[in-house]
């Protein structure tokens, strides 16, 4: 190759490298060319590696590492290369993928950091990379914590009951355990919020410094002088009937249960579980069943009766003057339905008759009962005994509403009524009450 007529001599000509006029190997402004003449690049001359005439120190176009053109063993930011590319495999025992030391599964061993782990990591305990079979013990979060076959232990072991690895301190399944045992002796814990009371783990029910517990619930009482005013069905815990508590018989009754009334004798021996406070009517028609209560109680506040009747037609009783000598006052009511409710009501006691006739109203919206009359009593008193039955001194009357709201109590009679009026009624009726009592 000549230019201007002389032999090209270590220049190029058109990209190619000469020497004494001949394509030739070399080196030019720091470019390695081949004996071709042709730069280097992106491939191997004498064992190296070159990227446009330059030992390469990089990534080829292929993705391998090179460092002064030869394929890069060791580590490069933070990542570890064999002959040029990110290695995966292990090297002197420590694992690594993708240049990094291995932190994971790999053949069923658990690294972390390229090493087979020992210790707990996820809440799983490995020796040597793989689950610890059988019982062992190892720190986790600050504490001492049981594990087994791997897993944070929850069940019981050594009398001990644990929870997820640690021994159980409180409230589980209605059991109070302490350092996995169950609490000896009387403790308050919470249970869904409400204070509940243990003996030695468990709920108690009993007597404690003078209050009744059942199931741990501390229970209300509602009467150290109560007794049924009539004969009252008692159950155990699993409602099934176990006997029959004689009308008039003194208890001491608690509310609060989930079963029931509980029934105790007066020095606290428990008999069982009365109906919660009421019980219906025979033939009670529409009055559902809160009509007649069970247990009469002094504390309680003063209720007055009131006339429950079965037809709402005709009800028939008597009330005592004067026991001793059993005068009685019949009582005698009849009502007649209308349209609109009931039109009239006709009321005979001893002597005095009333004849008492509704009153309506209407508007372009209809009509309705603008009166209204009701048979009830006012200032009944606390029970007494005669003779071995128990009756209610009150007075009857006849109460009505006009249609200004005008409230008219007419007396009927005063005098006694026997239980039984208030348990198992009479001709056509009953007296109820929510809750009697007082003094």
Known sequence: MYVAGRLANKRLVNGKYYVGGKLSQGVYADKQYDGHGALVDGRYLNGYYY???VKLTGKSRDGNYFKNGVSFSGDMNGRHYEMGTLFTGSL?????KDGLKLTGTRGGIYYKAGKPFSGVMSNVLYHNGRRYTGYHTAKFQNVTALFKDGHLFTGTRNDVYYKSGKAF???????LYKAGRKYAGYHFATVNYASKLFRNGSLFTGTYHKSMYEAGQKLTLVSRKA???KNTVLTNASGKRISTLKAGTPVIIYSGSQRGMLVTTTVGKRLGYAEDGYTGLKNVGDFGPNVVST???PEAPVHDLYLMAVDDRSVQFDVIKNLKTQQKTHVAIAAKHGKYGIDTIKIKASQKLINWHAKYQSNQYGTWQATGGTIQTEHTAAPIKFHGKIYFKTTVIFQTSDEHYKITKTKLVTGYVPLSYLSTGFKGGAFGYYYLGGK
Do not use: I
């Not at 002197?92 to 690594?96: H, R």
């Open 169 to 175: 301190s409180g409230v589980l399944n209605n059991k």
């Open 51 to 53: 990227a446009n005439g």
């Open 227 to 229: 007794f049924p005013v």
């Open 295 to 297: 247990f009469y109680y």
């Open 92 to 96: 002197k025992g420590v694992a690594y």
